[in-house]
């Protein structure tokens, strides 16, 4: 390690100006108007502030990966006193690159290693849950790459490539004003308008007159609510119309429930409709027992509709096929809303 590390990562160099005298305090030391005696750092505009420019340190841990963790760390310290406060500020910051606490937990052969979550946390996980981009290993001490690593724009990437397919589970963007919507099971095509921007009004507060924003609602045909502008958020809150629609600034103007065909052609993924099956019909009905007594869930098949129904029926008398050891017709009395398939 560089013997001026400290300084690369916990001072950067004093801004200056485009122009470089305006900034630079020789200017105004050199002129006539200066007092008779003057600082040291008198007329300087832009002076050295503390940084935490940590690349030059994850570069040199990154250098010593499959080296013995004491040999990389004795070479730190060499570097490195801990008795100042500015050092010691740097050795702080190896928790952020390199988990250092580390256990195996099994057998040598199938075991596995954890680490610790972070310094101030006293939960151990798997690599892969780890934010650390390298590790010590527990049995070896050598230093290792994390391969299970993911740095956070990569995760923050992933939550939102997540986000995104949740999102054309429910919602398909044909244009900007034009969308297509599921609610409750049923497609909608939705034509957006743009809501009205806040406005200034004055008002009259105990006789002191004071601006206010007023933004003008309109009526949402989907959320079936007023709705007003909204500021765009990075996390959409749930129900807004950034969540509903990506953008704070539009609203459902009208709706319209798709046909069979437009679904199959734009190939919108319907999920499975739940119904309920008629009562009194004759059922043939398949089914198991669950610890020796019947469980009353089971598979039938309609005679009259040729359909199959999977649910809690209410039959008599109450006994299943396998209790009785026989097959036989049972009316239904009684059958709760469940999928047919």
Not at 318 to 331: N, P, W
Request: hydrophobic residues 35%; contains cysteine.
């Amino acid at each position: 390690m560089r013997e001026d590390m400290f300084k690369v990562i916990v001072e950067r160099p004093r801004c200056t100006h485009s122009n470089i005298y305006k900034g630079d305090g020789r200017k105004f030391r050199n002129s006539e108007d200066r007092p008779a005696r003057i600082g040291m750092k008198d007329g300087y505009g832009h002076r050295k502030y503390l940084n935490e420019n940590l690349a030059p340190l994850k570069r040199f841990l990154e250098q010593q990966v499959n080296r013995p963790w004491d040999k990389v760390y004795s070479e730190i310290r060499t570097v490195i006193d801990a008795r100042s406060t500015v050092k010691q500020h740097i050795l702080l910051h190896l928790d952020n690159f390199v988990a250092i606490e580390t256990r195996w937990e099994g057998s040598k052969k199938d075991g596995r290693v954890l680490v610790r979550y972070t310094s101030w946390s006293g939960r151990y996980v798997e690599l892969a849950e780890s934010l650390s981009a390298m590790y010590v290993h527990p049995l070896t001490g050598i230093l290792l790459h994390n391969r299970f690593h993911a740095s956070f724009k990569a995760r923050r990437k992933n939550r939102r490539r997540a986000h995104e397919q949740e999102k054309s589970k429910i919602r398909r963007i044909i244009s900007d004003h034009v969308q297509l919507h599921l609610v409750s099971q049923v497609w909608y095509e939705v034509t957006l308008g743009a809501l009205p921007p806040a406005r200034v009004v004055l008002q009259d507060v105990d006789g002191v007159s004071r601006r206010s924003n007023v933004c003008d609602q309109r009526w949402d045909v989907l959320r079936k609510a007023w709705v007003a502008h909204e500021r765009n958020a990075r996390a959409a809150p749930a129900g807004s119309s950034q969540d509903y629609y990506g953008c704070g600034s539009l609203y459902a103007v009208k709706k319209r429930q798709l046909s069979s065909r437009e679904i199959r052609d734009l190939r919108l993924d319907v999920p499975q409709q739940k119904q309920k099956a008629p009562k009194g019909l004759l059922f043939y009905v398949t089914t198991i027992c669950k610890d020796g007594g019947c469980s009353f869930l089971y598979r039938a098949t309609c005679l009259s509709q040729k359909s199959t129904y999977e649910g809690k029926f209410d039959f008599s008398p109450r006994r299943c096929l396998h209790c009785a050891g026989e097959s036989a017709k049972y009316r239904v009395l009684h059958i709760d809303e469940i999928p047919m398939s």
